[in-house]
C-alpha cells in the first residue's frame, strides 16, 4: 500500500517568498504530526493533527509558519517571508491512531526546503 | 523540560554487537522509541518500548529500559554493513492523546568489514 508521500521532494526559494509544502497521510491515519529536521540534527516536532483539527501547534516557531488539514486527510505546512533560517528537510508522519500501537508514526521521505 | 540525549558515533566491526545510548529526561514519558535513518531514506521505525517494561527483544535488536535513571539502550546483534545508519531515540511525553516526539540528535553507526 501507498505510504505517506510529500510533495515537493525539493523546494529551493528565495528570501521573503512564501511557499507551501503537501503532506499526503496514509488512507484512514487520524493523527498527522509535521516535524522538521535542521542538518546534524535530531527532528523537532513542529505540529499535531487530530482529524481536521491541530491540536497542538506549540512547536512552530513563529507567526510565519501555518497548517492546515481541512478535510482530515492531506495537510499543507505555509510559510511566508521566508528565512535563510528556515532551510531544512520538512518531515510529514501519520499514524492509525493515538493509542497503543496504533500510534506508531509512519514518516514520508521529507520536503528539503532551501532558502537563498 | 523535554531533552533526549545520545552519542553522536559509534563504529563497531562486522559481526560485533552494537549498543547505542539513550538518555532522556520526561519522566512521564509513556513510549520510547528507537527509529534508524538511511541516507536519502526516510525515518524508520525499529522498535518502541512501553514505559512499564524493562526489556523488549526483537529478532537481532534489544531494547533495555531504565526508567529509574531514565536511560535506554538499543542493541544490535551480529551487527552487518546494512546496519550503518543514524540512530536516533525519540520520546513520547505522556501529553493525553498527542503522542508527539521528542528527538535525541542521532547516533552515527558506522560499520567496519
Known amino acids: 500500500g501507498a505510504g505517506v508521500s510529500q510533495t515537493p521532494s525539493n523546494k529551493v526559494t528565495e528570501k521573503g517568498k512564501y511557499v507551501e509544502l503537501r503532506c499526503d497521510p496514509i488512507?484512514?491515519?487520524?493523527?498527522l504530526y509535521w516535524y522538521r529536521q535542521s542538518l546534524g540534527q535530531g527532528p523537532e516536532f513542529l505540529i499535531y493533527?487530530?482529524?481536521?483539527?491541530?491540536?497542538?501547534d506549540s512547536g512552530l516557531p513563529n507567526d510565519r509558519f501555518f497548517a492546515v488539514r481541512p478535510e482530515g486527510s492531506v495537510s499543507t505546512l505555509k510559510i511566508q517571508r521566508t528565512e535563510r533560517g528556515d532551510s531544512a528537510v520538512y518531515l510529514c508522519a501519520s499514524s492509525l491512531g493515538t493509542s497503543g500501537r496504533a500510534g506508531e508514526q509512519f514518516f514520508g521521505p521529507g520536503t528539503r526546503l532551501t532558502v537563498l | 523540560g523535554e531533552d533526549v540525549e545520545q552519542s553522536l558515533f559509534l563504529s563497531v566491526r562486522e559481526g560485533d554487537s552494537s549498543v547505542i545510548n539513550c538518555t532522556y529526561t520526561?519522566?512521564?514519558?509513556?513510549?520510547l522509541y528507537w527509529y534508524k535513518q538511511e541516507p536519502g531514506a526516510g525515518l524508520q521505525l525499529l522498535t518502541y518500548?512501553?514505559?512499564n517494561m524493562d526489556m523488549k527483544q526483537d529478532q537481532r535488536l534489544t531494547v533495555l529500559l531504565n526508567k529509574k535513571d531514565k536511560h535506554l539502550s538499543l542493541r544490535i546483534a551480529d551487527t552487518q554493513t546494512g546496519d550503518s545508519a543514524i540512530y536516533f531515540c525519540?520520546?513520547?511525553?505522556?501529553?493525553?492523546?498527542?503522542?508527539?516526539?521528542?528527538w535525541g540528535l542521532g547516533t552515527s553507526l558506522a560499520v567496519n568489514p
Open positions: 493533527f487530530q482529524g481536521t483539527g491541530a491540536a497542538d
Open positions: 518500548i512501553f514505559s
Open positions: 525519540a520520546e513520547s511525553p505522556n501529553a493525553g492523546n498527542n503522542r508527539k516526539l521528542i
Open positions: 488512507s484512514g491515519h487520524t493523527a
Open positions: 520526561d519522566s512521564s514519558s509513556t513510549y
